[in-house]
């Protein structure tokens, strides 16, 4: 990269505070892609698509580096499910879905969990392209339910943040409270034993245990009924 290329990205960067704390693209690409999906990468993100008008070729090409392991987890699935299709078409399928979606007004509205939605909607996007491909072709497809469970393998972070999602809707509309949820942090997600102040006022270790029997019991519920 020449210092004019380097000094365009200083000067595309220098407005925004997560982007400027980089030395360079391959420092961001990397964490981005290595990162956890919470607010940090979100908010690198949304500066991303915000500067985006600026140098439109530029910033889509260090989107789709950030993407480029997802969409190639994705080619390889659809291609394990649809071997009849070539993975030279599905591959350019993949990419021209992530261009279409980052240029959409879904993602423009949206204002979190960016990584999250553009993953999912890509391989839906995908998936639903290859049902067709299968059909027209005359080619039996796999059953519906073998794309969606497919679609429902979810790299780790898409699965820690639709969980920490449907977490924190719980909470916000009351379904369960904020005891229940560090209950269910405590031993479901860390692992650890019982903290001597979730013991106290009179709650003994098996009354605690039932309790989370319980709220597992909710919980799947409600994970149904959405």
């Avoid at 220098?14 to 990162?35: C, D, E, I, P």
């Avoid at 969409?71 to 299709?85: D, T």
């Avoid at 879905?97 to 423009?108: I, M, P, R, V, W």
Wanted: charge should be positive; aromatic fraction near 6%.
């Amino acid at each position: 990269m020449s210092f004019a290329e380097v000094d365009a990205i200083d000067e595309l960067f220098s407005a925004s505070h997560g982007l400027r704390q980089h030395s360079s693209v391959s420092s961001l690409v990397l964490h981005l892609k290595t990162s956890p999906v919470d607010a940090t990468s979100d908010t690198l993100l949304r500066e991303l698509f915000a500067i985006r008008a600026l140098n439109p070729h530029f910033i889509e090409s260090l989107l789709v580096l950030t993407f480029l392991p997802m969409l190639h987890g994705a080619v390889r699935r659809v291609a394990r499910q649809q071997p009849a299709l070539s993975t030279e078409d599905i591959t350019q399928q993949a990419l021209s879905f992530l261009l279409q979606y980052l240029a959409s007004n879904e993602l423009q509205a949206r204002q979190t969990h960016f990584a999250f939605a553009i993953s999912r909607a890509v391989k839906r996007k995908m998936f639903e392209w290859a049902q067709r491909e299968t059909k027209g072709n005359g080619i039996v497809p796999h059953s519906d339910a073998a794309l969606l469970d497919n679609l429902a393998e979810e790299d780790p972070f898409e699965r820690h943040l639709l969980l920490r999602h449907f977490l924190n809707r719980c909470v916000t509309k009351r379904l369960i409270t904020n005891f229940e949820l560090n209950l269910l942090i405590q031993f479901k997600l860390d692992g650890g034993s019982l903290e001597p102040e979730l013991e106290s006022n009179g709650n003994s270790t098996n009354a605690l245990r039932q309790k989370l029997k319980r709220l597992l019991k909710k919980l799947r519920q409600l994970a149904r009924e959405r």
